[in-house]
């Protein structure tokens, strides 16, 4: 459905007066989603996995590569081109309390992508409306219809924005972060609601997130991100349960467990911060923070994505060896 | 010995939908270098809580009472500028929620952290800044920092800097608000080591206010879990993980997505009520799958389950001992 080939993104960043440097923020990306199925691109923040998401809605033009939709090339698409893909692919944002108008009722805020994509007459108009807040169970409409978005809960305002980007029926939804800003006992309900509509509608899915612990419920295949490139990728019973690269390990061991005996031990982290992308590095991005046993290759080559086990494919020199 | 005992605190809040009861009751107790987690929903009083113990409220207070006993003394009933001088940031500070974004942009950082010393008059210029200096190291940051501004700085290393600025005068008690919410995973690790850390090194005492219960189990030697303005189930960190006895804890702990079961997250249908209108009975029966009869009429006390752990539920009441 939707297909990268070795996308890059680079900014020009003004560093002092006269002064700009390259800052790469996705630097060679080849990754696919299936029809219907969901990738999670998990990350920290600055690692691109925003940018990836904004490439594949062409709300941003790579500087290298291809970008597919379908058979369709949208790389180099003029915006009036454009048009029926917009309506094919919607995006769901993370913050619900600033991504939609205060001024419109919810009745308004869901039907104003009709409006703007001209579909429909008032009253099939609101017939829709009907339909996408049934969906995402904001029941009973009328009553949910005609109120403001401060009078909602996060959830509720979220479900909104799902019910927004669902009205088009889309066929492919960027998701970034949907669930971060909503409480915990009600992020599973958010998620679970999410992945029905996908069933019932068969839409594919990137789901963005910094949570491995939710994409592993909710995704069919997990892609971890680090500064811009992928270094592992698989399923999430590979990804979680058997993961290989340093990385992706550490990741892991961030996520909290309900358990009463974590407070007597330090976590294994990941110290220090995410390199800066505007610095130039040769050799593997992931070697400043890296603790294991490095070799000469770490510093002066970037590791590719190799497969290691059936759909499971890390980017780590290390491990490459651990194969032959 | 108890540094901290709250006892029956109230905060009702005015507005103009009528009088919000933010914090209905609430008693709780802490020893000295202890941690305790205060977990809730939004809206379930969490903050408010915290606000009380501070004294920092906001003009539109309808109710406040209760008894606050810091090492043995009725704090409630000191004047503001007692208050002001004792206990603000000397025996009780805070880390506030969303703190990262209230550093001044025009103030170097290391200045900030001292700022409260500075206004002290105890100690000069030169003393404040040093001691400045050795609690950015102490939370993990190069000393270079001082000179520099808060857009310079990450997330993870402007959260940093409110804790070292909360820890300028050697409280007794800090109380964390949400302190990770708005981290990655990896640099939330790296901050809940840091706070277990200072825990143990600087024996100080910690409340920890999160809505993830899963974090909570990083830090705290006990817990209670707010729900609509009152603590519907306290105990320690073993009581409360190991055989948590309320609906509400069991279902706020299924619907941790772990990585280690395979069992789909849960979630607890329903949004927290109101706080102008508390539901009658149990404040929990409405989204409850376990209600009976009493559960929407009589609203239940505090059963006794064992030493240390007391939950707010009809279902316990056979638990009694």
């Known amino acids: 459905m939707i297909r990268l080939e070795d996308v890059k993104m680079y900014f020009q960043s003004r560093k002092g007066l006269f002064k700009t440097v390259e800052i790469k923020a996705i630097d060679g990306v080849s990754v696919e989603i299936d029809k219907g199925k969901t990738l999670a691109l998990v990350g920290e923040s600055g690692s691109g996995k925003t940018t990836l998401g904004r490439l594949t809605l062409r709300l941003l033009k790579p500087t290298a590569g291809h970008v597919f939709f379908e058979d369709l090339n949208i790389t180099d698409l003029e915006e009036v081109h454009l048009k029926s893909f917009r309506r094919r692919a919607q995006a769901i944002f993370q913050d619900p309390y600033s991504s939609i108008d205060p001024f419109m009722n919810v009745h308004q805020i869901v039907e104003e992508p009709l409006i ?96 491995i612990a939710t994409a592993k419920y909710f995704a069919d295949r997990i892609a971890v991100m680090y500064n811009g490139r992928i270094v592992e990728i698989g399923p999430p019973e590979k990804v979680v349960k058997e993961p290989i690269h340093p990385y992706t390990i550490k990741l892991l061991a961030a996520v909290p467990e309900p358990d009463p005996s974590n407070r007597f031990k330090e976590r294994g982290v990941v110290e220090g911060e995410p390199p800066n992308p505007a610095d130039i590095q040769w050799g593997c991005r992931f070697e ?31 491990k490459d060896k651990d194969k032959s | 010995m108890k540094l901290l005992e709250v006892k029956n605190l109230k ?54 009472e209760g008894k606050v006993i810091l090492d043995g003394k009725d704090i409630t009933q000191l004047s503001e500028e007692e208050f002001r001088k004792e206990i603000r940031w000397n025996t009780i500070s805070m880390v506030f929620q969303g703190a990262m974004n209230s ?12 700022e409260p010393m500075l206004l002290e008059k105890t100690v000069n210029k030169k003393e404040a800044y040093k001691k400045s200096e050795d609690l950015l190291e102490m939370v993990g940051l190069p000393k270079e920092i001082f000179n520099r ?66 974090l909570s189990s990083d830090l705290c030697d006990k817990l209670a879990v707010l729900y609509a ?27 941790i997505p772990g990585l280690k079961q395979d069992a789909s997250p849960k979630f607890i249908p329903g949004a927290p009520p109101d706080l102008t209108s508390p539901p009658t009975g149990c404040r929990f029966h409405a989204r409850c799958p376990y209600r009976f009869d009493p559960c929407d009429k009589k609203p239940p006390p505090a059963f006794k389950i064992e030493k240390d752990h007391l939950s707010r539920c009809w279902l316990n009441e056979g638990d009694k001992k």
């Open chain 1, 116 to 211: 703007i994509h001209r579909i429909g007459k008032k009253k099939e108009r609101n017939e829709m409306v009907h339909k996408a807040l049934e969906d995402v169970r904001l029941t009973p409409t009328q009553e949910f219809s005609n109120k403001y978005p401060h009078m909602l809960s996060g959830g509720q305002r979220q479900r909104v924005g799902i019910a927004r980007a669902l009205i088009l029926k889309p066929e492919y939804i960027v998701t970034d972060e949907p669930v971060s800003m909503i409480d915990a006992s009600s992020r599973a309900e958010i998620l679970h609601l999410m992945k029905n509509l996908q069933d019932k509608y068969r839409i594919t899915v990137l789901y963005i997130t910094h949570d």
């Open chain 1, 288 to 318: 400043s923070r890296c603790q294991l046993q490095k070799e000469d290759n770490c510093k002066s080559k970037q590791p590719t994505l190799v497969q290691i086990k059936p759909e499971h494919y890390v980017a780590c020199f290390l």
């Open chain 2, 11 to 64: 905060l009702y809040y005015q507005s103009t939908r009528g009088t919000v009861k933010a914090v209905d009751g609430i008693s709780l107790d802490l020893a000295k270098s202890e941690a305790l987690g205060i977990v809730g929903e939004s809206g379930s009083g969490k903050t408010s809580l915290s606000l009380a113990l501070m004294r920092v409220l906001p003009s539109n207070i309808d109710t406040n």
């Open chain 2, 103 to 114: 550093l001044n942009p025009v103030l170097k950082v290391g200045h900030q952290i001292a």
């Open chain 2, 149 to 214: 501004y808060a857009h310079e700085l990450s997330g993870g290393m402007k959260q940093r800097v409110m804790i070292a600025s909360a820890l300028i005068l050697n409280p007794k008690l800090v109380i964390l608000d949400e302190p990770t919410s708005a981290l990655d995973v990896s640099i939330q690790a790296q901050i809940m080591n840091l706070l277990k850390r200072f825990k143990k090194e600087l024996d100080i005492s910690m409340i920890f206010i999160t809505h993830d219960i899963a």
């Open chain 2, 229 to 255: 303005g009152e603590i519907i189930e306290k105990g320690t960190a073993e009581q409360m993980f190991g055989k948590p006895k309320h609906p509400y804890t069991q279902l706020l702990l299924a619907s």
